[in-house]
């Protein structure tokens, strides 16, 4: 066990270099140049699982980079989409662990004062790799691949300039609920239907006449007789409302809080 402190990315590319199996990492915000650089370090055959908070929010405001993302699954790779999460940590072959407080960007790795724990103790890193995967394989959590970023630029080629989009003043009881949240105008509002389609596009159209921030499946559930109309032919209306709902939150627009309840992940202001 030893300190890791800023900067370590001499260390980071030493410990890609030397995995042979796995390289496995949790980090809320991701830059395309580290992703490029984990992908042109590690050895060929060796496998790359990020999970990440693919949040809008996160998107629009550039913390996380879609062009990393698709290198990585271009290359084989896996990205998923963890929406809660704010730890950091990086496996390497389940042999070798750090949790730090570097995301992989510059500023984690170069810039910024971070800090954290290089370990290769087999009980804790045991307990970290079961930690990771129980993450990985959490119902909260998405795979992200082409597709859905592919939509993802689409919303973020059509909203406007980040400083148009600002959250609405509020007391401090409802400040949790809108946090990680954007706040877009309703002709952004627009330009997200927009860059939907079909069945996206209409369970999100329903989401936005929801006025709580936070709702259930059984909230949604009360617009089948509307999308009965839309799709007569679909006699699994509820499942159908489900299955979008996830796709919906592989996107980025809405967090799955557990127990049938949602959170929107963008006020309209």
């Known amino acids: 066990m030893k300190i ?3 900067p370590w990315k001499d260390f980071f590319i030493d410990l890609v270099s030397k995995s042979r ?61 963890f929406p809660p999460l704010h730890a950091k940590i990086y496996l390497f072959d389940n042999t070798k662990a750090i949790i730090t407080s570097s995301n992989l960007t510059d500023g984690g790795l170069l810039n910024n004062f971070e800090y954290g724990i290089y370990l290769t103790e087999k009980e804790l890193i045991h307990e ?3 930690d990771f995967e129980y993450i990985s394989k959490s119902e909260k959590t998405g795979l992200i691949g082409k597709e859905e970023i592919s939509t993802v630029k689409q919303i973020l080629k059509n909203l406007p300039k980040r400083e148009t989009l600002k959250l609405p003043k509020t007391s401090n009881e409802k400040k949790e609920l809108i946090e990680d949240t954007i706040g877009i105008t309703k002709e952004s509002l ?45 006699r699994n209306i509820k499942d159908k409302i489900r299955q ?22 963008w006020i309209l202001t």
């Open 128 to 130: 970290i790799v079961s």
């Open 190 to 234: 627009n330009s997200i239907v927009s860059s939907l389609k079909g069945w996206k596009a209409e369970i999100f159209k329903c989401l936005n006449e929801i006025q709580s921030q936070v709702f259930t499946l059984n909230d949604v559930y009360r617009f089948e007789e509307r999308l009965k109309k839309i799709y007569p032919e679909n």
């Open 244 to 265: 979008q709902l996830q796709y919906l939150r592989d996107l980025g627009l809405i967090e799955f809080l557990g127990h049938g309840k949602y959170r929107k992940l």
């Open 4 to 6: 890791i402190r800023t």
């Open 21 to 81: 199996n796995s390289i496995k990492i949790a980090s809320p915000f991701v830059k395309s140049n580290m992703c490029d650089l984990l992908i042109n370090t590690k050895s060929k055959n060796t496998k790359i699982e990020l999970i990440t908070s693919f949040k809008l929010i996160n998107l629009y405001s550039g913390s996380i980079d879609l062009e990393g993302l698709e290198n990585i699954v271009d290359s084989r790779g896996v990205v998923k989409n």
